[in-house]
């Protein structure tokens, strides 16, 4: 499955996902500068991004802990999410995001 991402310097990437995995699991793997430092238990905000507003209904709403969790990242917009928190399955093939600012 496809990933397009765009970095924090505005470079587009487009990756390979394994639908057994998370979108952090695979910005982290492909070192995309997200640090994902609670290592993807929803735990802090470093793996936050902006989904494309044509993907927010494929993915599953935030819970109360990821709404927490923003609430602590910087520049937070409708669009923002944990990119821990999204499971990737076939129906988001194609998924596209920007990992925002730090």
Known sequence: MK???IDRDGNKHELEG????????????ADLDIEAACGGCCACATCHVYINDQWLEKISPKDDDEESMLDQAFDVRNTSRLSCQISLSDELDGIELEIAKE
Do not use: A, G, Q
Not at 18 to 29: A, K, Q, V, Y
């Open 3 to 5: 990933i397009r991402v």
């Open 18 to 29: 394994d639908p057994n995995s998370t979108l952090m699991e695979i910005l982290r793997d």
